[in-house]
């Protein structure tokens, strides 16, 4: 028993150890120990385990460790694995060729979204998102769009804080509830400057089977290539509509 908890133990460190990487940067075994939280020689010894397992790499020449090509391999299938994913991956795709704006697809985990893909049209070019990034649900729109159906209780409960990205961003729970009332009625969240100046996008909510939302998908782009005050109503509409294929791909029927 005591031989299993140490090794649960162990398990734990390491996946506390891969998650000190999460910032995208190189790191020292110093560094690591600190945002781990664990002594030094500890991450010396579990860094050398997981790069002999291919999950972390070591720069010879700086000592630095970085995430390991395995990992890339396991997150490919994890991704294809996912049902949203393969449902919504070729949708996304043809949309923002038709558009020429930025169509992203995000999982609802906890009090984030997971980018599941993105794809750039060209009007909306290098839009930094990432497959896997994380993202708020208060600051974005394809994180409001998935507080549709939720109620104060539960979003103070998910979310007791609500930090600021930029000056636009909402940071009181009554401006955010009045922000998913008015989602709620358009059927669809937009989202100006609140997390990223310089960008807008709009997004609408992927329902399953049961009906349970589980994640968003949006549209997306500059301020120079998305004027949400005269096309917000059409690409909200569109959103929707994409959506809406995307939940029925899922098994998705209506409303009971």
Avoid: W
Avoid at 57 to 63: A, I, K, M, W
Avoid at 147 to 174: V, Y
Wanted: with cysteine.
């Amino acid at each position: 028993m005591a031989a299993e908890k140490g090794a649960n133990q162990s398990v734990e460190k390491a996946i506390t150890v891969l998650e000190t990487f999460s910032g995208g940067e190189p790191m020292r075994v110093s560094d690591v120990a600190r945002e781990a939280g664990i002594g030094q020689s500890t991450a010396s010894r579990l860094l050398a385990t997981l790069e002999a397992g291919g999950l972390v790499e070591r720069d010879p020449q700086t000592s630095l460790y970085f995430l390991g090509a395995e990992l890339m391999t396991l997150a490919g299938i994890a991704i294809n694995q996912n049902r949203v994913h393969r449902v919504g991956r070729q949708i996304a795709q043809s949309l923002a060729g038709e558009i020429g704006l930025g169509v992203n697809i995000a999982l609802l985990r906890g009090a984030e979204l997971v980018y599941l893909c993105n794809f750039e049209g060209p009007l909306s070019p290098k839009s930094h998102t990432l497959m896997g990034q994380r993202v708020p649900l208060h600051a974005t729109s394809i994180g409001k769009a998935t507080l549709i159906g939720t109620n104060r209780e539960k979003r103070q409960r998910l979310l007791p804080e609500l930090p600021g990205f930029t000056e636009a961003t909402i940071t009181t729970h009554d401006d955010l509830d009045r922000e998913v009332a008015l989602t709620a009625r358009r059927g669809y969240a937009i989202e100006v400057e609140e997390f990223v100046l310089g960008r807008a996008s709009t997004a609408a909510p992927i329902l399953d089977r049961s009906g349970k939302i589980i994640a968003a998908v949006s549209i997306s782009g500059p301020l120079t290539a998305i004027d949400l005050e005269t096309r917000g109503a059409e690409l909200g509409r569109t959103v929707v509509e994409t959506a809406d294929r995307i939940s029925s791909g899922l098994g998705y029927q209506g409303p009971a």
